[in-house]
């Protein structure tokens, strides 16, 4: 799990980061799960060693990239007898649940927060 990358906080992997650059991120994992830019995304890809390699973007709450204002994070199973390098072992759910844009606006209007943050999030979609 890292916010950007396992290299970079501040890294974006998306889902069209080249393929072997990912492969290279992911040398010691098979799943690996990632943010910052806000966009959920699972991409499943093929390993030279015909493994199968899980990127997931988690996604946002409060600060959509995707055009759905709604919070979204993942419900990720593993099958108990499975493996993460066999792709029909993962299932990843993207969860949607209403997230009160405006509330959490006035929320920092009304706190020492810099105000400009509020319209940030008001404008986040």
């Known amino acids: ?5 396992p290299i970079d906080v501040n ?8 393929e072997n650059y990912v492969l290279g991120l992911m040398k010691n994992a098979d ?9 959920p995304y699972h991409r499943i890809i093929q390993s030279a060693l015909e493994n199968t390699k ?6 946002s709450v409060g600060k959509p990239k ?3 204002p709604n919070g979204c994070s993942v419900l990720l199973t593993i099958t108990e007898t499975g493996s993460p390098a066999l792709k029909e072992s993962i299932k990843v759910d ?10 959490t606006a006035r929320d920092i209007e009304n706190s020492i927060l810099d105000k ?7 404008n986040a979609c």
């Open 66 to 68: 995707d055009g759905n």
């Open 94 to 103: 993207f969860v949607r649940f209403p997230y009160d844009v405006e509330k």
């Open 116 to 122: 400009e943050l509020a319209e940030r999030a008001r």
């Open 11 to 18: 890294e974006y992997v998306l889902e069209d980061t080249d």
């Open 1 to 5: 799990m890292a916010h950007g990358s």
């Open 31 to 39: 799943i690996l799960c990632v943010g910052h830019s806000h966009k």
């Open 54 to 59: 899980h990127v997931i973007n988690i996604g």
